[in-house]
């Protein structure tokens, strides 16, 4: 069986816990792979790794840091088949899906190409008799990644490239569910020229991430995963004095307006909702259908959904793959089992299925459920799976009341052809990423992504200028030279004042 190590002083470090956990092939149910589980002084060691590279890293010049940042592209760049096979091989989502989420973390190396123009200072001269004033903004030190198992590539591509492009280093501590696509990013870096110890990659379960949380020697900490995760790493990396982002889960709704092309918005629902079997955080989960086009958008979206072919990720013809884990299809299935009860129309029932040549892998087919109500499990709760709610409202107001109670505010969308309530939408909406006939608005990499509300905790948004933000912090330099031929201006206790 395979062995995922950690990767922490550029190169492998076996893991000393005597800890691993399975790692299974969603499409075949096979455990293929361990993953070794750090303990708290495996962590403390990488962190002063970290700290030791940080001591030149921190000081090296921008030319030295966009160098290897644009030789990690290319290589990056050559290797998109293979990352997406690991992702495939662990995440169970289908190839092509895998490449896309390999070109959007991409983006945000690209982006961290460009650091040189990003972290240009500022500067006031002569803001008061031969007085100047710079802005300047620095590198944090030794920085952590927690990031979830459903963009084993992505999440952590959102975190690393900026943060070290800033000249801070770096842990990565993947999902534990997925871990090798993480392995491969660093050894890529590594032959990129990036000095060893400056991105490292500490696998782990709770044990591991708690101990970065308590650790003195992180100084901030980025996380991406589910909102009761994020919220106890928000409360605990914030007691312990860290600069922290973390973001939560999502329920992602569409409101569908009565003008709106409905066979592109079901093309849309359909795409959004299912797309990586729905284990995405912008996935689409609700759609709000207003004014009386419900039963014939429905009847659209059904009509799409029968058409999607599921089979295993590494298959060509697969438009969707398994679920991560037979547990998590489990808990899926009870949402669509317990739908009828609850008053939901049950249009699709995903439950029970399975792909011939597959039977032990993590299938369930794709579910839509109509006439939804706001206190059911199914609408309350994050499903994470491909399972599709529909709802309806009267007017445009009622729907976006609708959407506005719900207590996690990600992304978000409207299919229409009126610009006037579109613009209103984007004005109303409490969510941090609104589509416009865009169903999954996940910003390019030079804006920033995040979510309002529970999908979000602390203050910045990830990777675009936010994140640059995040991984810095400003200094602000006053100078006075004064003119040799002046004379000293002698003790003045009052406030300094500019003139
Ligand atoms: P998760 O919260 O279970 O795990 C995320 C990370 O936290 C993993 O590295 C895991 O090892 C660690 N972790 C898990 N339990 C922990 C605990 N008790 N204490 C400390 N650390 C713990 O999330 P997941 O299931 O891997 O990913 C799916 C979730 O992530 C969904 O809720 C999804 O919406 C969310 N997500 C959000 C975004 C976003 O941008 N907002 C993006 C992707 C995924």
Request: proline share 5%.
């Amino acid at each position: 069986m395979k062995t995922v190590n950690h990767w922490i002083g550029g190169k492998t470090v076996e893991g000393a816990s005597g800890n691993y956990g399975p790692v299974t092939d969603p499409a075949t149910g096979e455990v293929t792979t361990q993953v070794a589980l750090a303990s708290a002084d495996e962590v403390d060691a990488a962190v002063r790794v970290a700290q030791e590279a940080f001591q030149s890293w921190g000081q090296s010049s921008l030319a030295a840091r966009t160098k290897v940042l644009f030789a990690y592209r290319a290589l990056l760049d050559a290797n998109r088949d293979a990352i997406a096979e690991l992702i495939t091989a662990e995440h169970g989502k289908v190839h092509s899906d895998a490449l896309g989420e390999v070109a959007r973390g991409l983006e945000i190396v690209e982006l961290a190409c460009g650091i040189t123009t990003q972290l240009k200072g500022e500067l006031s001269t002569s803001v008061s008799n031969r007085v100047d004033v710079s802005s300047i903004r620095q590198p944090l030190g030794v920085v952590a990644g927690i990031t979830p198992f459903n963009f084993p590539a992505m999440v952590p591509m959102w975190m690393f490239p900026l943060a070290v492009a800033c000249g801070n280093t770096f842990i990565l501590k993947p999902s534990e569910k997925d871990p090798s696509a993480a392995n491969k990013l660093a050894e890529l870096a590594s032959e990129a020229g990036l000095p060893a110890g400056v991105l490292n990659v500490v696998h782990g379960d709770k044990v591991a991430v708690d101990a970065l949380l308590a650790h003195p020697g992180i100084a901030a900490v980025s996380f991406v995963g589910s909102t009761p995760i994020a919220r106890h790493i928000h409360t605990t990396a914030s007691a312990n004095g860290k600069r922290v982002q973390a973001l939560g889960g999502a329920k992602n709704h569409m409101l569908v307006l009565p003008d709106a092309d409905l066979d592109a918005a079901a093309d849309a629902a359909v795409s959004a909702a299912y797309g990586s079997a729905g284990e995405r955080c912008m996935a689409i989960s609700a759609v709000v259908a207003v004014g009386s086009i419900g039963d014939a958008l429905v009847e659209k979206i059904r009509e799409r959904a029968e058409k999607i072919k599921i089979g295993p990720g590494n298959d060509p013809a697969s438009e969707m793959g398994p679920l991560i884990t037979a547990a998590h299809r489990d808990k899926v299935a009870s949402y669509v089992k317990g739908a009828a009860d609850q008053g939901a129309d049950v249009v699709l029932d995903g439950t029970g299925y399975t792909v011939g040549g597959f039977e032990n892998g993590h299938w369930i087919g794709l579910s839509l459920l109509d006439n939804v109500k706001t206190d059911s499990d199914a609408y309350r709760d994050e499903i994470f799976g491909p399972v599709l709610c529909v709802l309806r409202a009267e007017t445009y107001e009622e729907g976006v009341a609708l959407i506005n109670a719900s207590p996690f505010g990600n992304g978000t969308a409207i299919f229409t052809r009126d610009g006037g309530a579109a613009r209103r939408f984007q004005l109303e909406i409490e969510a941090g990423m609104v589509g416009v006939n865009v169903p999954i608005p996940v910003p390019v990499g030079y804006h920033s992504f995040g979510g309002w509300k529970d999908s979000l905790f602390g203050d910045h948004h990830i990777y675009g200028n936010d994140g640059i933000h995040f991984y810095t912090r400003g200094k602000v330099v006053t100078t006075r030279w004064p003119d040799p031929s002046e004379a000293p201006a002698g003790v003045d206790l009052g406030f300094p004042r500019n003139h």
